[in-house]
């Protein structure tokens, strides 16, 4: 630029112009593709193809200003010529090497658009250059990404997506009801917001294998509903992973979610006093539950488990009505002669050995310290006393969670509760005799279990997942096994956060329902073995891989609101440092 341009005039008037934003590095350009198979990119001789792992977000910035927000769905080599393959040239001069790479040899890589956002008025016309960053506008000026119905012409530019651009597409985490959960591939310190709002409108589900996260991710989600008020939480914490501290892999305490939030936020119950004050965790209330309290709807949810025929589960409902509320008492009772059940014996109503299998497969509840003859408190009546204020609940299962009958047993029999008294309450509140109730998600672990096909049909847990958001009721599932959760309540599930899979079933039970899995599914194989998910479905307008947010660090836990209590070291290395003039004392 020459000395006296009008530019160095401005600038020696007003001062220098703040620094233009680094222009992004060009990845490449489309060079074939279709709508429905996605387009190829051949990368530019400058791409480093390494660097460019499945799952990354890159925008296509079409001819008429129209972005294409795409995922890269896979990676490949190509040459000008197939001969190379046969003589490869000898690139052990770097020259060399240099001068094939991007010309005679090139990468490419498949991306497929997700979303298109149409061009501003303003933008720069065909053929300019791309901006730095692009323009702002998006929902707040009233245009809303669109689903991609078009692909972009031949040659046109691939950029590697900016943040802003992120921020545009997920909604930036300031926003109420956002909440960052992660960040996307290669793109670390840019954080996706997850909409809670829509989270919390469909039942949603975190898939993957063991070890791979699903846990951590799930409190780091929890965190987030409670820090933004959208709903209120019900946790059935089986390994009592949520409530109070738990450690990680590598032994390292972590707080969990009442450590972080106050009384008022969040409130833990327990089936197992022992085992919580073992654990030092503190406790608002022990759930015992009566024997005069159970159905036989509450059994008949355990009928797979405790291998229950037809045949014995309708005797279930049968010695219910004969026995009375005591009926579960009074079959676990040795003592009790059942005379009553003599005569129906004898008229053949109910068969002799389905009469002593029941009694025999009952006999699982005597090891179940929660249950007693009587308990003077109603638990769900407590729990729903928390939930109405807007109290989370976390109830820890203690040693209770390693038997998958008590587990069952237990949240099915809450659960069933709570959807009948937020089935009422909302209907008073569509007759206007009473308000809505609040937003409410139930967490399950091993949620296969309660949802496999055989019972999803007619227990509490398959009823939420298919009535959607109609009760203000949903689920947040937690699952290392999709595939053997009902195909009807998985294409339920709205957003799905899904970790590591490697079975095949698993995979498809993830997809079921998506359009466009096809291409994602090379993204799923491939994420890392902990801390990478795949986002897709309700709560996200396109699908994302990202890193997921890291619980259990100060900068988290101060993120939620907590003020780490510091180290008496701490304090007076602070204290020096002000007396030496180096600090300015805030916080003496
Ligand atoms: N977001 C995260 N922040 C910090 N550490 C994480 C995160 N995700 C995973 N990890 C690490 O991975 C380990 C396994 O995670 P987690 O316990 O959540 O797995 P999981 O999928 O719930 O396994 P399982 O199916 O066996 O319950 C943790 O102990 C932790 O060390
Ligand atoms: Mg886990």
Same mark, same amino acid.
Request: proline residues 6%; glycine residues 10%.
């Given at each position: 630029?020459?000395?006296?341009?009008?530019?160095?005039?401005?600038? $020696?008037?007003?001062?220098?112009?703040?620094?233009?934003?680094?222009?992004?590095?060009?990845?490449?350009?489309?060079?074939?593709?279709?709508?429905?198979?996605?387009?190829?990119?051949?990368?530019?001789?400058?791409?480093?193809?390494?660097?460019?792992?499945?799952?990354?977000?890159?925008?296509?910035?079409?001819?008429?200003?129209?972005?294409?927000?795409?995922?890269?769905? !896979?990676?490949?080599?190509?040459?000008?010529?197939?001969?190379?393959? %046969?003589?490869?040239?000898?690139?052990?001069?770097?020259?060399?090497?240099?001068?094939?790479?991007?010309?005679?040899?090139?990468?490419?890589?498949?991306?497929?658009?997700?979303?298109?956002?149409?061009?501003?008025? +303003?933008?720069?016309?065909?053929?300019?250059?791309?901006?730095?960053?692009?323009?702002?506008?998006?929902?707040?000026?009233?245009?809303?990404?669109?689903?991609?119905?078009?692909?972009?012409?031949?040659?046109?530019?691939?950029?590697?997506?900016?943040?802003?651009?992120?921020?545009?597409?997920?909604?930036?985490?300031?926003?109420?009801?956002?909440?960052?959960?992660?960040?996307?591939?290669?793109?670390?310190?840019?954080?996706?917001?997850?909409?809670?709002?829509?989270?919390?409108?469909?039942?949603?589900?975190?898939?993957? %294998?063991?070890?791979?996260?699903?846990?951590?991710?799930?409190?780091?989600?929890?965190?987030?509903?409670?820090?933004?008020?959208? $709903?209120?939480?019900?946790?059935?914490?089986?390994?009592?992973?949520?409530?109070?501290? +738990?450690?990680?892999?590598?032994?390292?305490?972590? %707080?969990?979610?009442?450590?972080?939030?106050? =009384?008022?936020?969040? +409130?833990?119950?327990?089936?197992?006093?022992?085992? +919580?004050?073992?654990?030092?965790?503190?406790?608002?209330?022990?759930?015992?539950?009566?024997?005069?309290?159970?159905?036989?709807? !509450?059994?008949?949810?355990?009928?797979?488990?405790?291998?229950?025929?037809?045949?014995?589960?309708?005797?279930?409902?049968?010695? @219910?009505?004969?026995?009375?509320?005591?009926?579960?008492? @009074?079959?676990?009772?040795?003592?009790?002669?059942?005379?009553?059940?003599?005569?129906?014996?004898?008229?053949?109503?109910?068969?002799?050995?389905?009469?002593?299998?029941?009694?025999?497969?009952?006999?699982?509840?005597?090891?179940?310290?929660?249950?007693?003859?009587?308990?003077?408190?109603?638990?769900?009546?407590?729990?729903?006393?928390?939930?109405?204020?807007?109290?989370?609940?976390?109830?820890?299962?203690?040693?209770?969670?390693?038997?998958?009958?008590?587990?069952?047993?237990? $949240?099915?029999?809450?659960?069933?509760?709570?959807?009948?008294?937020?089935?009422?309450? %909302?209907?008073?509140?569509?007759?206007?005799?009473?308000?809505?109730?609040?937003?409410?998600?139930?967490?399950?672990?091993?949620?296969?279990?309660?949802?496999?096909?055989?019972?999803?049909?007619?227990?509490?847990?398959?009823?939420?997942?298919?009535?959607?958001?109609?009760?203000?009721?949903?689920?947040?599932?937690?699952?290392?096994?999709?595939?053997?959760?009902?195909?009807?309540?998985?294409?339920?599930?709205?957003?799905?956060?899904?970790?590591?899979?490697?079975?095949?079933?698993?995979?498809?039970?993830?997809?079921?329902?998506?359009?466009?899995?096809?291409?994602?599914?090379?993204?799923?194989? @491939?994420?890392?073995? @902990?801390?990478?998910?795949?986002?897709?479905?309700?709560?996200?307008?396109?699908?994302?891989?990202?890193?997921?947010?890291?619980?259990? =660090?100060?900068?988290?836990?101060?993120?939620?609101?907590?003020?780490?209590?510091?180290?008496?070291?701490?304090?007076?290395?602070?204290?020096?440092?002000?007396?030496?003039?180096?600090?300015?004392?805030?916080?003496?």
């Amino acid at each position: 630029m020459n000395e006296h341009s009008p530019e160095t005039e401005l600038e $020696a008037f007003f001062g220098p112009r703040p620094a233009e934003p680094q222009p992004l590095q060009r990845l490449g350009i489309v060079v074939s593709g279709s709508l429905s198979k996605g387009l190829d990119v051949k990368l530019d001789q400058g791409t480093v193809i390494e660097g460019l792992a499945v799952g990354r977000y890159v925008v296509v910035r079409g001819q008429t200003g129209r972005r294409f927000f795409s995922m890269v769905t !896979d990676v490949q080599l190509d040459a000008l010529n197939p001969l190379i393959e %046969k003589a490869p040239p000898d690139t052990s001069d770097p020259f060399l090497a240099r001068v094939y790479q991007g010309t005679a040899v090139f990468g490419r890589i498949h991306i497929t658009p997700m979303l298109v956002l149409d061009p501003l008025p +303003s933008s720069p016309p065909m053929g300019a250059s791309p901006p730095s960053s692009p323009p702002m506008g998006g929902k707040e000026g009233g245009r809303e990404p669109k689903p991609v119905k078009t692909i972009p012409a031949h040659f046109t530019s691939v950029y590697p997506a900016s943040e802003e651009e992120v921020a545009l597409i997920f909604g930036q985490e300031t926003e109420p009801g956002h909440f960052y959960v992660g960040d996307p591939l290669e793109m670390e310190g840019v954080h996706v917001a997850l909409d809670l709002r829509r989270f919390v409108e469909r039942s949603a589900g975190v898939f993957g %294998k063991t070890g791979t996260g699903k846990t951590f991710l799930t409190r780091t989600l929890l965190a987030g509903l409670t820090r933004e008020e959208v $709903a209120v939480n019900l946790v059935f914490d089986m390994h009592n992973e949520y409530g109070w501290k +738990s450690q990680d892999e590598a032994g390292q305490e972590l %707080k969990g979610l009442r450590q972080l939030f106050s =009384t008022g936020q969040v +409130s833990v119950f327990t089936l197992d006093e022992e085992s +919580s004050r073992r654990r030092g965790s503190k406790v608002d209330g022990v759930v015992r539950i009566g024997h005069d309290q159970i159905e036989p709807e !509450d059994v008949d949810s355990l009928s797979s488990l405790m291998a229950l025929s037809d045949v014995q589960v309708g005797a279930l409902y049968f010695l @219910r009505r004969r026995l009375g509320q005591r009926w579960v008492a @009074r079959l676990l009772d040795e003592d009790d002669p059942l005379e009553e059940l003599e005569s129906a014996l004898e008229r053949g109503t109910i068969h002799g050995g389905t009469l002593g299998a029941i009694q025999r497969k009952l006999g699982m509840f005597r090891r179940f310290d929660f249950l007693q003859r009587r308990v003077p408190e109603d638990p769900v009546r407590q729990i729903l006393d928390y939930l109405d204020r807007g109290v989370n609940v976390i109830l820890e299962f203690g040693r209770y969670g390693s038997s998958l009958e008590a587990y069952l047993l237990v $949240a099915n029999y809450i659960t069933r509760r709570i959807h009948a008294h937020y089935v009422k309450r %909302k209907e008073e509140a569509l007759g206007e005799r009473g308000k809505e109730p609040r937003p409410l998600v139930i967490t399950i672990e091993e949620a296969h279990k309660f949802l496999d096909p055989a019972v999803a049909r007619h227990t509490i847990f398959g009823t939420i997942a298919r009535e959607l958001r109609k009760y203000n009721v949903t689920l947040l599932i937690v699952d290392q096994r999709p595939s053997g959760i009902d195909s009807e309540v998985m294409s339920q599930i709205g957003t799905r956060i899904t970790c590591l899979l490697d079975d095949e079933a698993d995979i498809r039970a993830v997809f079921s329902g998506i359009s466009g899995a096809g291409a994602l599914r090379e993204v799923l194989a @491939r994420l890392d073995t @902990r801390q990478q998910a795949l986002i897709m479905g309700h709560a996200v307008p396109m699908p994302v891989v990202v890193h997921t947010r890291t619980y259990g =660090t100060p900068k988290f836990y101060a993120a939620m609101g907590v003020r780490e209590a510091e180290s008496p070291e701490a304090v007076l290395a602070r204290g020096r440092a002000v007396l030496r003039g180096e600090g300015n004392g805030e916080g003496f």
